[in-house]
T-cell receptor, first 110, second 115 residues
Framework: GQNIDQPTEMTATEGAIVQINCTYQ??????LFWYQQHAGEAPTFLSY????GLEEKGRFSSFLSRSKGYSYLLLKELQMKDSASYLC???????????FGAGTQVVVTP | DARVTQTPRHKVTEMGQEVTMRCQPI?????VFWYRQTMMQGLELLAY????????DSGMPKDRFSAEMPDATLATLKIQPSEPRDSAVYFC?????????????FGQGTRLTVV
């Protein structure tokens, strides 16, 4: 079957670092995406990996290991506005079809 | 400021009624997606189009759902007849696929409640 697994919820303190893990098993792979979704809003693109390794984008970094079917999103210097759901998604074809994980709710506390 | 526009933002309807949701993708994007989001199932792909041609609608209940792109500036998702289990947020997204990978830009969604 096809699975994308990520933790349901994580809590961290403002200024800290949080790492959200995602493991996947899909019939196709054309890249792995991370989206952020605030409550009641649309998902917005954060990062994208198609090759193994680390991609850094300001306070956010994403890592991919295709052989292990594993990715993580690293959020550094957490801010209150980072409280949101973080969605791991695998592009399973060459036209942009995304399969999403259930999302990880990150709660940032003062 | 390019964005995906969806209408209506909220819709409450009675079971059995027809519902039509509309989406204006970002100008120049060649791929349009319809997703549904519920607490139980998360985000699920219903259908998507490339250059207005349907690519895959296997995620959609065919007996009641239909998706079309009458022109490059409009995508529609219809439910007829609607049922309470269709209550969800429906997102349209668009992207420009050139090399096989695309960042999808999501609209604000249509929150549908079927009573």
């Amino acid at each position: 079957g096809q699975n994308i697994d990520q933790p349901t919820e994580m809590t961290a303190t403002e200024g800290a670092i949080v790492q959200i893990n995602c493991t996947y098993q899909t019939s196709g792979f054309n890249g792995l995406f991370w989206y952020q979704q605030h409550a009641g809003e649309a998902p917005t693109f954060l990062s994208y990996n198609v090759l193994d390794g680390l991609e850094e984008k300001g306070r956010f970094s994403s890592f991919l290991s295709r052989s292990k079917g594993y990715s993580y999103l690293l959020l550094k210097e957490l801010q209150m506005k980072d409280s949101a759901s973080y969605l791991c998604a695998v592009q399973t074809d060459s036209w942009g079809k995304l399969q999403f994980g259930a999302g990880t709710q990150v709660v940032v506390t003062p | 400021d390019a964005r995906v526009t969806q209408t209506p933002r909220h819709k409450v309807t009675e079971m059995g009624q027809e519902v039509t949701m509309r989406c204006q993708p970002i100008l120049g994007h060649n791929t349009v997606f319809w997703y549904r989001q519920t607490m139980m199932q998360g985000l699920e792909l219903l259908a998507y189009f490339r250059n207005r041609a349907p690519l895959d609608d296997s995620g959609m209940p065919k007996d009641r759902f239909s998706a079309e792109m009458p022109d490059a500036t409009l995508a529609t998702l219809k439910i007829q007849p609607s049922e309470p289990r269709d209550s969800a947020v429906y997102f349209c997204a668009s992207g420009l696929v050139i090399t096989g990978n695309t960042e999808a830009f999501f609209g604000q969604g249509t929150r549908l409640t079927v009573v």
